[in-house]
C-alpha cells in the first residue's frame, strides 16, 4: 500500500512540474503544436493520476481512510484542481488566442486578438469644414477608414477625429454618426 502512496505522490510531482513549466514557457514557443503536445502529456499524466488513485481507493482500510495523509491532506482532490487549472489555462491560449502564420520555416507564434491589428500609418487630408472639400473627403474616408471590416468603430472614430480641423469637428462627427 505504501508503495502506491509513493507512486501518487510522483504522479502529483509531474502534475506540478507541468504546470510549472507551461507558466515558465517562453511567449514565443507556444505554438498551436506544442499547446497541442502540452495537452496531450497533460491528459495522460491525469489518467496515471487517476488509476493510481483507484487502486489506492480499492485497497484502503477504514483507519487508512481516517488517518492516512493522502487522504487528510486530500491528495487526489489537489492533483484534480491542479490538473483542471493547467488544461483550462492551455485550452485558452489554444481556443481564445490566434494563430500568426509566417512564410518560409519561422514557426508560427500565438498572440492575443487584441495585438493582432497593427494600425497602419493612413494618410488622409485633413478636412477643415469647406463644404467643397467634403465629397472628396468622404469619399476618402469611407474606403480607407470606414468599410476596414478589421477596424473597431473606436478606431474608425478617432481615425476621423484626427483628420478634422477648423469647424469640421462638430459637424462631420455628427456626420459620422449617421453612417
Not at 60 to 75: D, K, L, P
Request: net charge neutral.
Amino acid at each position: 500500500m505504501e508503495a502506491l502512496f509513493v507512486v501518487q505522490a510522483d504522479n502529483l510531482h509531474l502534475l506540478q512540474k507541468t504546470a510549472t513549466n507551461f507558466k515558465k514557457c517562453p511567449k514565443a514557443r507556444l505554438t498551436k503544436s506544442y499547446l497541442q503536445v502540452r495537452v496531450e502529456n497533460l491528459d495522460k499524466l491525469w489518467e496515471v493520476f487517476q488509476n493510481t488513485h483507484r487502486e489506492i481507493v480499492k485497497i484502503a482500510t477504514t483507519e487508512q481512510r481516517n488517518s492516512h495523509e493522502y487522504f487528510t491532506q486530500e491528495i487526489y482532490d489537489n492533483g484534480e484542481e491542479l490538473y483542471i487549472d493547467t488544461k483550462a489555462e492551455i485550452l485558452a491560449k489554444l481556443e481564445g488566442e490566434q494563430t500568426s502564420h509566417t512564410s518560409g520555416t519561422e514557426k508560427q507564434s500565438i498572440r492575443p486578438q487584441s495585438q493582432e491589428v497593427k494600425l497602419p500609418k493612413i494618410n488622409i487630408p485633413q478636412f477643415n469644414g469647406n463644404y467643397n472639400d467634403w465629397g472628396t473627403f468622404k469619399d476618402l474616408y469611407t474606403s480607407l477608414i470606414h468599410n476596414q471590416s478589421s477596424l473597431s468603430p473606436v478606431q474608425k472614430l478617432h481615425y476621423l477625429k484626427s483628420s478634422l480641423s477648423g469647424e469640421a469637428p462638430a459637424t462631420t462627427a455628427k456626420a459620422h454618426s449617421n453612417y
